[in-house]
């Protein structure tokens, strides 16, 4: 079965400077990866997915994810933070041959101090 | 642009009530997923349902069932609701084709008391 890890229960980071979420999974097949961010009392919302292609893949609010197969990681980057990036990060798996069975890491609460 | 949409957002119920939540899908996505997300924890899969029939099953607990309509909204109905039932459900859509692609709807608060 597919799973993520979140090694990192936070981050904190400055405004301005550059920031990483860490990710890294195990699937039997071709990962399908995900990033969600999730606000306080919000539902969870899509950030970007790797499916095939490029192994950098740019998404919403200025994030970027490379995906690194050798690795197995998926880390979520930002060149430049902003207070409001303050949130919780889930990454996610798909497993090829198990398709409805969407596996979130734990999260990782960024925090982005001004 | 259309979301999924969730009700109730927030519903307290006792102890062994039953709760029923609704999840409205976005426009044209034929499939839909319940999570559960506890307090403090990562969602976790329940049931997922395609064209009326449930797809594919995760954690989800044999007090609870689920269904989805012709017009593709579904209920999940929880039954003998436990303190542990408290939690914060989320309801995500897709179309069948791209089932990678989940849409999450804001998820309904249940508190059980």
């Known amino acids: 079965a597919q799973s993520v890890a979140q090694p990192e229960d936070q981050v904190n980071v400055a405004e301005g400077n550059p920031l990483t979420v860490k990710c890294t999974y195990s699937?039997?097949?071709?990962?399908?990866l995900f990033w969600y961010v999730q606000y306080p009392n919000r539902g969870l919302q899509f950030l970007l997915k790797?499916?095939?292609?490029?192994?950098l893949v740019k998404g919403s609010y200025g994030f970027e994810a490379e995906f690194n197969k050798s690795q197995t990681s998926f880390h979520l980057k930002k060149p430049s933070a902003l207070v409001s990036d303050s949130a919780l990060y889930f990454c996610?798996?798909?497993?090829?041959?198990?398709?409805?069975?969407?596996?979130f890491g734990a999260g990782t609460r960024l925090t982005v101090k001004p | 642009a259309a979301g999924v949409i969730q009700s109730p957002r927030h519903l307290i119920k006792e102890k062994r009530e039953t709760a029923t939540l609704k999840c409205y899908p976005i426009?044209?996505?034929?499939?839909v997923y319940w999570y559960q997300q506890g307090p403090g924890q990562d969602p976790q899969f329940l049931i997922s349902?395609?064209?009326?029939?449930?797809?594919d099953k995760g954690s989800i607990p044999d007090r609870f069932s689920a269904q989805q309509f012709s017009d593709y909204h579904s209920e999940l109905n929880m039954s003998s609701l436990e303190l542990g039932d408290s939690a914060l459900y989320f309801c995500?859509?897709?179309?069948?084709?791209?089932?990678?692609?989940?849409?999450f709807g804001p998820g309904t608060r249940l508190t059980v008391t």
């Open positions: 995500a859509s897709s179309l069948s084709s791209r089932t990678y692609e989940q849409y």
């Open positions: 699937v039997s097949g071709n990962p399908y």
């Open positions: 790797y499916i095939t292609g490029d192994n």
């Open positions: 996610a798996v798909r497993d090829l041959y198990n398709n409805n069975d969407m596996r």
């Open positions: 426009p044209r996505h034929d499939t």
């Open positions: 349902f395609y064209e009326k029939m449930q797809s």
